[in-house]
């Protein structure tokens, strides 16, 4: 009768937690992790002969305790989400003082482009006039002085700031606040406890998004003219993460361990990881490295050249016009000067309509932000991979579907990249890029 004893006990106790429910339901959702301790009471002499019968279900008694949590740890949990809810509200804003300053100077690569062509050919226009009214030369030489001088200084004063190039920044920038917002209110609401390095890992990625795309036009700016050309970088440096002790000397990929056997190895699965999965990330950053984020920083130099020869060439030509200028108003209007003139004002014009027109400060800082995109995936892939134990790491599946959309590929398409991570496999012999999307 022991059996029967223990059923009834299982009764009891399944009544119990269902007549419950509607009580204890609403004191879960008003606690953070509650654990509850459970104790079944049963009367002595349970292993009784089968003449003494089973006990009477109202000897059986269940005893539910909620262990209260210490009300410093949640006063803490709720002081780190309301600090959460600051930053993204702190993103937010950010977000839209970048938009807004970023139209702004949109507005004015337009407007100081067609203002400065509109100087320079006007006086282009009236030092190619004045030798067919030689006696209003003097007027139209010094008028067309005037506005080269003015085209030159604010040629160089727009090729200083790169206004197509300052509103490149301020949208990527309202992209990634805007994306910062989002990650912040999403982690505390789906976070069962917000912790003090979410706040901490929140603030570094504020801090480092404020460095790399500045409010302030002077001081502050970017330079829009460096010696080397690097990827942009919104994100903040990887802190080191403590390893558990019984992990710290684990290899760092049991895709590699000494005397694994093939079929051992496409059957090993650890939080969604697996060896041809490492493989296909060793390939894929590989690629990364050679390819895609190296076109784009060539690309980038090549366009930097470019602008900035025509940066020098606009103001250039445009002074060098002015003085011409001066000398049809000093009574040449019959010689070289007026034709000077002309030719500097129009070539001053077509180098500022290329540059700024084209947008190129726009086309390099798009290079650079591609490049730093690149960059990011590289080292997330290799956080991923330095996370000795594969429990610790994000879901593999998950971490693969993220990386294969940031690259505009399926996850399938992954597998093309796991021959890559050979050492024989030589980085010349890397055709395709691993980057769909752009």
């Known amino acids: ?98 938009d807004i300053i970023g139209r702004q100077r949109d507005n004015w690569n337009h407007l100081l482009l067609h203002s400065t062509n509109s100087l320079a050919l006007a006086a282009s226009a009236m030092a190619a006039l004045a030798p067919a009214a030689p006696s ?43 994306q910062l917002e989002r990650d912040v209110r999403y982690g505390v609401e789906a976070a069962a406890a917000v912790t003090d390095a979410d706040v901490q890992e929140a603030m570094d990625r504020v801090l480092a998004l404020d460095a790399a795309y500045p409010l302030p036009l002077l001081p502050g700016m970017l330079e829009k003219f460096p010696k080397t050309v690097e990827p942009a970088r919104w994100w903040p440096r990887r802190r080191p993460q403590p390893q558990p002790l019984n992990t710290r000397r684990s290899p760092k990929s049991f895709g590699r361990r000494a005397g694994t056997s ?7 699965s650890s939080n969604g990881w697996t060896p041809e999965l490492e493989e296909e990330m060793r390939g894929l950053l590989r690629v990364l490295r050679a390819k895609d984020e190296r076109q784009y920083l060539t690309v980038g130099e090549l366009v930097l050249a470019l602008n900035r020869g025509l940066a020098v060439a606009g103001p250039a030509l445009a002074g060098a016009g002015a003085a011409a200028a001066a ?21 001053a014009a077509a180098a500022n309509t290329v540059e700024h027109g084209g947008q ?35 879901n593999g599946e998950v971490f693969a579907t993220k990386v294969a959309l940031l690259l505009g590929r399926s996850a399938s398409d992954l597998g093309q990249f796991r021959e890559m991570a050979s050492p024989s496999f030589r980085d010349e012999d890397i055709q395709d890029y691993a980057g769909k999307l752009f």
Request: charged share 20%; aromatic share 4%.
């Open 262 to 268: 093939s079929s051992s190895t496409t059957t090993t």
């Open 136 to 178: 209003a030369a003097p007027a139209l030489g010094a008028s067309a002085g005037v506005l080269l001088a003015t085209a030159a200084a604010t040629m160089a004063a727009v090729n200083r700031i790169q206004p197509s190039q300052l509103a490149e920044e301020q949208r990527n920038a309202t992209r990634l606040w805007r």
């Open 327 to 347: 000398f049809v108003a000093g009574g040449d209007a019959g010689g070289w000067a007026p034709g000077a003139a002309a030719l500097c004002g129009a070539l």
């Open 1 to 98: 009768m022991a059996a029967a004893a223990l059923h009834q006990a299982q009764r009891l106790f399944l009544t119990a937690s269902t007549s419950s429910t509607s009580c204890t339901t609403t004191a879960r959702r008003n606690t953070a992790a509650r654990p509850c301790r459970a104790a079944l009471r049963a009367p002595s002499g349970l292993q009784a002969s089968p003449a003494a019968g089973a006990p009477a279900a109202a000897d059986l008694a269940l005893k539910l305790d909620w262990i209260e949590a210490p009300a410093a740890a949640l006063a803490r949990d709720g002081t780190a989400a309301e600090r959460l809810r600051a930053v993204a509200d702190a993103a937010a804003d950010r977000a839209e003082m970048h």
């Open 360 to 394: 190129l400060g726009m086309v390099f800082e798009l290079l650079r932000n591609c490049a730093g995109f690149y960059r990011k995936l590289q080292e997330d892939i290799e956080a991923a991979l330095g996370e000795a134990d594969p429990e610790r790491r994000e």
